[in-house]
């Protein structure tokens, strides 16, 4: 068994951004429907349960399910998609981002292979940062340490004209106005992005963000189309202006931490992030990746497509208790 970490992962569902034209509506994976979900029994991680012990619920009744893969059945593909706010240019106050970032120069290859490689899974990364209603994909889905190390090197550079992603808000439910933060946005655009391709990944998201969320889009909205993707948000709240020992009465206020609690994620709350710091944040994240159990089904073709909800649950009680499992898919 693993020793079970204070992570927990759980799926996620589409939305639209706009990449200087209209907003385009995502289309949510069809072809294979995916259901991630821990196991846990008193402190530690189960690994070696059955397919037998895992009973599939579709709108409340079993289902078949063509896909079980193991923690222990390797290779696994992990993604760890890094979202990072990085207003230097767009904005004013800008001043924290070199020490909030201090692993930047310190970053290198080696550290890069740390993250990248384990064992016989495959792990991979995609980097974006994003500066006021811009965003950039530094990095797309790569397993070379050289092209992590050199998305982190230009995490503090303008953003090229060219390379840009026009972010926009989607319509909102109220007439008046309130305040805009480009946070959401982002992370709307940056789950689009990184799951263009349908390909059998598990994918964990990571934010790093000074937090400053408003009203529209919520953390709700924002959670019901990671669960529809299937995939966990972890949220790393950046702000050094906070101090530490008022961070956590603080905490129930703040969407970011919200969103990582309602997409099975975590949050951390960091002053700043050196090297080490860093390194122990993605490695936890992957870590937990890695831990999970995946079940999955291709849907039969419909002529009218409608969302369903799933939910994994364990045969007997004994086996322990299902963390995850859960989720929303159209198909």
């Known amino acids: 068994m693993a020793a079970l970490p204070t992570l927990t992962l759980i799926l996620a569902a589409g939305f639209a ?118 965003m950039q994909p530094l990095c797309r889905s790569s397993i070379e340490p050289r092209d992590l190390a050199g ?51 598990t994918r964990a998201f990571i934010v790093f963000s000074r937090g400053q969320v408003y009203l ?27 101090p530490v020992k008022f961070r956590q009465s603080l905490a129930a206020q703040i969407p970011l931490r919200k969103l990582a609690e309602l997409t099975g994620g975590t949050s951390f709350d960091v002053t700043s992030i050196d090297a080490a710091r860093m390194l122990g944040i993605l490695e936890s994240i992957k870590n937990d990746a890695l831990s999970q159990y995946i079940v999955g089904f291709v849907p039969p073709p419909s002529s009218q497509p409608r969302q369903h909800k799933l939910e994994v649950r364990l045969v007997s009680k004994s086996s322990g208790k299902v963390i995850g499992g859960t989720r929303s898919a159209t198909y």
């Open 17 to 134: 951004f706009s990449q200087e034209a209209p907003p385009a509506t995502y289309r949510t994976q069809t072809d294979l429907v995916l259901v991630q979900f821990h196991v846990g029994r008193d402190k530690y991680y189960v690994s070696d349960l059955k397919q037998s012990d895992i009973v599939l619920l579709e709108d409340g009744k079993p289902r078949a399910f063509t896909t079980f893969e193991r923690p222990a059945d390797e290779p696994r593909t992990v993604e760890l998609v890094l979202l990072f706010d990085t207003p230097k240019f767009a904005s004013r106050g800008s001043d924290w981002l070199e020490p909030t970032y201090s692993f930047i120069p310190a970053w290198d290859e080696e550290k890069s292979r740390a993250i990248l490689e384990k064992g016989k899974a495959n792990v991979r990364a995609s980097v974006y940062h994003y500066d006021g209603n811009q």
């Open 216 to 242: 529209h889009p919520t953390a709700a909205d924002v959670s019901t189309i990671a669960a529809n993707l299937g995939i966990s948000i972890h949220s790393v709240v950046l702000d050094p202006n906070i």
């Open 151 to 201: 998305a982190f090197r230009r995490l503090l550079t303008p953003i090229p004209a060219g390379e840009a992603i026009q972010l926009t808000f989607p319509p909102r439910p109220e007439s008046p106005a309130s305040p805009m933060s480009w946070t959401f946005p982002a992370v709307i655009a940056t789950l689009q992005d990184s799951t263009a391709a349908a390909d059998h990944v």
